[in-house]
């Protein structure tokens, strides 16, 4: 059975980090690209951070640049999302989806999609 599972949100003070985990099972993540999505209440989602099938290729949401890292461990068949210098605005429910071909910003051309972890940053 192909699933996506997300972890590692909770509740978190501004400044602080959290790792967000997308663990797969029944197929080989490193064959896919792995999108990481953000939907915070009455917003449309948006993509975060992408990784291709080799870990040369990210791409980060400007506003996310220089304080969240996308990363694989194959091993695991896991991909990461370490965000650092947590803002309030990063409140939302994150999912990880996975893509047979290239990082793409544009949600539906993702085939497979966890059911999210929360994050909420505030003091």
């Known amino acids: 059975q192909v699933q996506l599972v997300e972890s590692g949100g909770g509740l978190v003070q501004p400044g602080g980090s959290l790792r967000l985990s997308c663990a797969a099972s029944?197929?080989?993540?490193?064959?896919?690209?792995v999108g990481w999505f953000r939907q915070a209440p009455g917003k449309e989602r948006e993509g975060v951070s992408c990784?291709?099938?080799?870990?040369?290729?990210?791409s980060y949401l400007d506003s996310v640049q220089g304080r969240v890292t996308i990363m694989r461990d194959s091993g695991k068949n896991t991909v990461y999302l370490q965000m650092n210098s947590l803002k309030p605005e990063d409140t939302a429910v994150y999912y990880c989806?996975?893509?047979?071909?290239?990082?793409?910003?544009?949600?539906?051309?993702?085939?497979?999609w966890g059911q999210g972890t929360q994050v909420t940053v505030s003091s």
């Open positions: 029944g197929f080989n993540l490193a064959n896919y690209a």
């Open positions: 990784i291709g099938t080799t870990s040369f290729k990210t």
């Open positions: 989806a996975t893509r047979l071909y290239g990082c793409t910003p544009i949600e539906t051309l993702y085939q497979s």
